[in-house]
């Protein structure tokens, strides 16, 4: 897979437009994608089996999509939660200004889509929703956890779709390990991919095996319970 998409601000290649019919929030929708960005023809599957598995949204506040791309996660938050003040966050300017244009095409006006440096210091997120590029390699994927999963507001989740074969089980035990006041259990499984809820828990709350084993026994209710596609 060309990963350009992964490193680049500026992609390489002529600016190609395409419109593309997708479903968002449970109707469809026809958007505009480009050359030069992740999955410009569809909504891959990955990011298809998060948003069949994660509960709604918070009704406000700021919620965060980690590598937006052209936006089906950003937009689906915007969609489902009008009165929040949603993230689009991404290293592509291509795939900013694609959010830009989806969001007006869906006339959302609660989408910001951003650099990470232009994300406001101390902002925290109420909810984060994230395909994460997991082939931008370890240590990176780590640097780039370890800054965001953090600013969970607390007591607030973070969903995570991850391709088994590349790595969601690692990974799953490298944030129990690494992130403090984080807890994280698998939500759901589907078609080679692991949906990973990742918990900030309450200030001071304590941390253990019995947390993680409650933790993992609600996510699956609660993921189970409300799917907006």
């Keep these: 897979m060309d990963g350009e998409h992964y490193f680049t601000a500026q992609p390489a290649g002529e600016l190609s437009l395409r419109e593309i019919s997708v479903e968002l929030a449970g109707s469809p929708r026809l958007l505009t994608t480009a ?11 990955g990011t298809q089996v998060l948003l069949a598995n ?3 949204p918070p009704p406000g506040g700021n919620l965060l999509d980690l590598g937006c791309g052209w936006g089906p996660i950003a937009l689906t938050l915007a969609l489902e939660s009008p ?5 689009a966050v991404d290293v592509n300017e291509r795939a900013l ?3 830009r244009r989806n969001a007006h095409i869906l006339g959302l006006d609660n989408v910001n889509a951003c650099r990470p440096e232009d994300v406001p210091e101390g902002l925290g997120f109420r909810t984060i929703w994230s395909n994460p590029p997991i082939r931008v390699g370890k240590n990176e994927l780590h640097a780039m956890l370890e800054h965001w999963l953090p600013r969970l507001d607390p ?3 973070a969903w995570l779709v991850v391709q088994k074969n590349l790595g969601s089980d690692s990974l799953q035990r490298w944030i129990e390990g690494a992130l403090d006041e984080l807890s994280v259990s698998r939500a759901s499984t589907n078609k080679g991919y692991r949906v990973l809820r990742v918990h900030r828990r309450a200030r001071g709350a ?6 993680a084993a409650g ?4 996510s699956e209710g609660q993921a189970s319970a409300s799917s907006p596609s």
């Design 155 to 157: 007591q607030s989740d």
């Design 206 to 211: 304590a941390s253990g095996a019995g947390t």
């Design 97 to 99: 200004d694609l959010v």
């Design 35 to 45: 050359s030069g960005i992740f999955s410009p023809d569809r909504i891959d599957a």
């Design 54 to 56: 994660v509960p709604a």
């Design 215 to 218: 933790s993992d026994a609600s």
């Design 83 to 87: 009165r929040s003040t949603v993230w």
